[in-house]
């Protein structure tokens, strides 16, 4: 695993705008950034990042199955307990599953480790199915890279391929997609999904989320009044089963992409589980619901809100010190600590992977890095090679 510079495209700015990649420089830094790529090796790739990545799916899916018939457990996930028989139902009745990221702290060497699961709105899904694949098959054809080079990169066609599956065997026809007002990297996400979709016969249509409604016949439905019966919503399950409409959910009158279920595993509370259910598995850091547990047990550990998103409200301590923190919303519900794994450091830039799985099937990885310790929304991207040499 290597970190490479290479010259950027002369023309790569104009050519995300015409492609609708409107949010590769934000705040006047740049998001996406092409001066360099990370290379691996096929074997580090299928191996390290791969095998791993199905085995962690395994794994977490168990949890799943363990929580939910667990109270003292499901207890621990803060999730009000008038929706927990509705959750053990979608997952009773194996409501269907879109797609996750694994973040993996790896430095080409070592065993990749777990940090978290991004398992109910992961983002950076355009930059990593199709961006970076573009800009692959543009460095070979003009010379940069080998002509046999290549990227861990099937997510484009998997996502196809599973909403050709939720057409044949769930009869999903058409599917509403949703995301929030205001947010140019989630609008780009959704429309992804739906150019995916489109692709694989689905009829799709949008609606943002300040706008979902709930018609006469109780179903969710656009400002028109056009129920749902099929939805992919990029917001997460903590907020809407808080919210307003919250409890007409209960009347199960749509399927939802991603399926409740989903609202164990993007929950923190499910590292300690894992740990309690696989202690000492190579891919699992150790992680504890107590921070008196933890102090007790790790020399160094992270704080990290049970609902969090993007790197926000997280502290790292060593040796009892807090050596970085992050800032935002979160906390109120609760914390887990997990043992600091610092992540690899590449000339000034700390680096972590993002493994995606669509169904139970690795399907490619995106790369962040930034020079603070704690990965956030803003971190750059950076594309990867993997050298056929």
Same mark, same amino acid.
């Given at each position: 695993?290597?970190?490479?510079?290479?010259?950027?495209?002369?023309?790569?700015?104009?050519?995300?705008?015409?492609?609708?990649?409107? /949010?590769?420089?934000?705040?006047?830094?740049?998001?996406?950034?092409?001066?360099?790529?990370?290379?691996?090796?096929?074997?580090?790739?299928?191996?390290? =990042?791969?095998?791993?990545?199905?085995?962690?799916?395994?794994?977490?899916?168990?949890?799943?199955?363990?929580?939910?018939?667990?109270?003292?457990?499901?207890?621990?996930?803060?999730?009000?307990?008038?929706?927990?028989?509705?959750?053990?139902?979608?997952?009773?009745?194996?409501?269907?599953? =879109?797609?996750?990221?694994?973040?993996?702290?790896?430095?080409?060497?070592?065993?990749?480790?777990? =940090? *978290?699961?991004?398992?109910?709105?992961?983002?950076?899904?355009? *930059?990593?199915?199709?961006?970076?694949?573009?800009?692959?098959?543009?460095?070979?054809?003009?010379?940069?890279?080998?002509?046999?080079?290549?990227?861990?990169?099937?997510?484009?066609?998997?996502?196809? *391929?599973?909403?050709?599956?939720?057409?044949?065997?769930?009869?999903?026809?058409?599917?509403?997609?949703?995301?929030?007002?205001?947010?140019?990297?989630?609008?780009?996400?959704?429309? @992804? =999904?739906?150019?995916?979709?489109?692709?694989?016969?689905?009829?799709?249509? #949008?609606?943002?989320?300040?706008?979902?409604?709930?018609?006469?016949?109780?179903?969710?439905?656009?400002?028109?009044?056009?129920? #749902?019966?099929?939805?992919?919503?990029? @917001?997460?399950?903590? /907020?809407?089963?808080?919210?307003?409409?919250?409890?007409?959910?209960?009347?199960?009158?749509?399927?939802? /992409?991603?399926?409740?279920?989903?609202?164990?595993?993007?929950?923190?509370?499910?590292?300690?589980?894992?740990?309690?259910?696989?202690?000492?598995?190579?891919?699992?850091?150790?992680?504890? #619901?107590?921070?008196?547990?933890?102090?007790?047990?790790?020399?160094?550990?992270?704080?990290?809100?049970?609902?969090?998103?993007?790197?926000?409200?997280?502290?790292?301590?060593?040796?009892?010190?807090?050596?970085?923190?992050? @800032?935002?919303?979160?906390?109120?519900?609760? /914390?887990?600590?997990?043992?600091?794994?610092?992540?690899?450091?590449?000339?000034?830039?700390?680096?972590?992977?993002?493994?995606?799985?669509?169904?139970?099937?690795?399907?490619?990885?995106?790369?962040?890095?930034?020079? *603070?310790?704690?990965?956030?929304?803003?971190?750059? @991207?950076?594309?990867?090679?993997?050298?056929?040499?």
């Amino acid at each position: 695993m290597r970190r490479i510079s290479i010259p950027e495209r002369q023309d790569w700015k104009a050519l995300a705008d015409d492609y609708g990649f409107h /949010f590769h420089t934000m705040y006047g830094e740049p998001y996406w950034d092409e001066s360099a790529y990370y290379e691996f090796t096929l074997e580090q790739i299928e191996n390290d =990042l791969e095998d791993p990545s199905e085995q962690l799916q395994t794994l977490c899916l168990e949890a799943v199955d363990e929580v939910l018939q667990r109270e003292s457990w499901l207890q621990q996930f803060q999730i009000p307990e008038q929706y927990w028989d509705w959750i053990k139902l979608s997952w009773d009745r194996k409501n269907p599953s =879109l797609y996750s990221r694994f973040d993996l702290c790896y430095d080409g060497k070592s065993k990749a480790k777990l =940090l *978290e699961n991004n398992a109910d709105t992961p983002t950076s899904l355009y *930059e990593s199915g199709f961006w970076q694949w573009l800009w692959l098959e543009q460095l070979i054809e003009n010379g940069s890279l080998a002509s046999n080079s290549d990227q861990f990169n099937s997510l484009q066609d998997k996502l196809i *391929e599973r909403f050709r599956f939720f057409k044949q065997h769930y009869n999903i026809n058409e599917m509403a997609f949703s995301s929030c007002l205001d947010t140019e990297e989630d609008r780009a996400t959704v429309q @992804y =999904l739906q150019d995916c979709a489109k692709e694989a016969g689905i009829k799709d249509r #949008f609606c943002y989320i300040e706008d979902i409604a709930t018609n006469e016949q109780h179903q969710f439905c656009d400002p028109e009044g056009l129920g #749902f019966n099929a939805m992919f919503k990029l @917001y997460p399950w903590e /907020f809407m089963l808080r919210e307003e409409l919250g409890p007409k959910l209960l009347l199960d009158q749509c399927q939802w /992409f991603e399926p409740p279920w989903k609202a164990i595993l993007s929950n923190k509370a499910i590292l300690p589980i894992l740990w309690q259910m696989f202690p000492g598995h190579p891919h699992l850091l150790p992680a504890y #619901f107590s921070e008196k547990e933890a102090s007790e047990k790790l020399t160094n550990y992270v704080k990290k809100p049970i609902f969090s998103r993007e790197g926000a409200n997280i502290s790292i301590i060593k040796d009892g010190e807090e050596i970085a923190a992050s @800032y935002g919303p979160y906390g109120e519900e609760g /914390f887990i600590y997990q043992e600091y794994q610092a992540l690899p450091k590449f000339g000034d830039s700390y680096t972590l992977i993002g493994s995606w799985v669509v169904g139970n099937q690795a399907a490619g990885i995106s790369i962040r890095e930034d020079s *603070e310790l704690i990965t956030q929304d803003l971190s750059r @991207y950076l594309p990867h090679v993997i050298n056929n040499h």
